[in-house]
Every structure is written in C-alpha cells, then in structure tokens.
C-alpha cells in the first residue's frame, strides 16, 4: 500500500530533550516536507527537500533541523524543544518533475508536547 | 507570505443537504488541490486541478478551477455523515515550477443526521 508513515504518533517530552521524529515514504517521491498545525493558524511549512542532500527551509524553520541521506526516509529533529513547539506535525511527500508534481501525500501525523 | 481565503470557516448542516466552499487569493495559481482531514489524522487528497475551468468530480465532490486563476469551489452533494471533517484548499503558485503548496485555514464541516 502506498503511504507516508510517521513514528510516534504522539509524544510528550520535557523541554530540552532532543527528539527526532521519523518520516518514510515508499512511492519513491523526490519531494518530502514537514508541516506543523497549529488552531488558527493552518499548515505551515517548516522544511522541505527537494531530493536525496537537498533541503531547504520553510516559512517556519527555526527550531528545527532536518536530513535527507536517502530518498524514502526525512526525520524531522528538535534539538531543544520547547513548549512553543507543541503542535501537531505531518510529512508530506510527492513526485518532482510530472504532471502531478503538486500532488502532496500526507502522513497520519505526530501530535507533540513538550511540557 | 502568500495566502489563500477560504471560506465559510464552519459550516453545520443536515444530512442530505448540499455544501458549497471556496478559496480565492490575489496571486494566480498553477494548481489546485482540495484535501480532507479527519479528526486524528492527515489531510487526504480528494480532488486536483490542473487547468483553468477545470470541473472535475469524484463521487459527490466537484471541484472547479476558476477562469482567473484565483479561485476554485469545491461542492459536495447529498451530504451524510462520514462527510464530517475538515476540508482544506490548496494552491501551487504560478512560480517557475516550485512544489510549495499554499493552504487555506480550512473549511470545518459538520453534519446532523
């Protein structure tokens, strides 16, 4: 079955304690991105990559890091979490390059709290 | 940032009646996407546009890409309850080919059987 998978599906840590939550896609997609949701203020787009070492920023980068060391996995990093990063985040992925570049597939989402 | 606007916010109707949302923006758009996302889980891809006067249905759901470019409506017909979630918009801009998406804040749709 076609699908974006992320690990864990829902986290409570403490405030600095570093944390990285895993992304796979097995559609062989270029494109991967992290989103975080937020009430009222939609998705946000926190990095992006366009391939395999290639990741750029998204509207809301700071606090976050990411890899992409091969095509099908995107962990997302927090380095030092804090509370301002509780949130719900989703992976997203699609193909580069075709007619349905745009086409973004999601994953279930990890719903994080960082007390 | 670009934004698109999506309205209504909140939509309550009873089961069996049709629904009607749109998002429009000031910037012109390449593509339009219309997701839905139910409580607990990701956005799920129900219908892409790709040209301007688009109409493209799957199911009860059709979607419009307006003549503008600015716009797009997504209808759903004889609503039932599973239809319950939130609906969102999503927009690639006229922009040499990036992947980014711009995305509404969402339509959240509830319906009384």
């Known amino acids: 079955e076609a699908q974006v998978t992320q690990n864990p599906r829902y986290l409570i840590t403490v405030t600095g304690k570093k944390l990285t939550v895993t992304c796979s896609q097995n559609?062989?997609?270029?494109?991967m991105s992290w989103y975080r949701q937020d009430p009222g203020l939609g998705l946000r787009q926190i990095y992006y990559?366009?391939?395999?070492?290639?990741?750029d920023k998204g509207d809301v980068p700071e606090g976050y890091k990411v890899s992409r060391k091969e095509k099908r996995n995107f962990p997302l990093i927090l380095e030092s979490p804090s509370p301002n990063q509780t949130s719900l985040y989703f992976c997203?992925?699609?193909?580069?390059?075709?007619?349905?570049?745009?086409?973004?597939?999601f994953g279930p989402g990890t719903r994080l709290t960082v007390t | 940032g670009q934004q698109l606007n999506q309205s209504p916010q909140s939509m309550f109707i009873q089961e069996g009646e049709d629904v009607s949302m749109n998002c429009t923006s000031s910037?012109?758009?390449?593509?339009w996407l219309w997701y839905k996302q139910d409580p607990g889980e990701g956005p799920v891809l129900l219908i892409a546009?790709?040209?301007?006067?688009e109409l493209t249905s799957n199911g009860r759901l059709t979607a419009q890409f307006g003549i503008t470019r600015k716009d797009s409506f997504l209808n759903i017909s004889a609503s039932i309850p599973s239809d319950v979630g939130i609906y969102f918009c999503?927009?690639?801009?006229?922009?040499?080919?990036?992947?980014?998406?711009?995305f509404g804040k969402g339509t959240k749709l509830t319906v009384n059987p």
């Open positions: 546009l790709y040209k301007a006067g």
């Open positions: 559609m062989n997609h270029e494109y």
């Open positions: 997203a992925s699609s193909f580069r390059g075709q007619v349905y570049s745009y086409e973004q597939y």
């Open positions: 910037s012109i758009f390449n593509t």
């Open positions: 999503a927009g690639q801009l006229d922009k040499g080919g990036s992947e980014k998406l711009v």
């Open positions: 990559s366009m391939n395999v070492e290639v990741t």
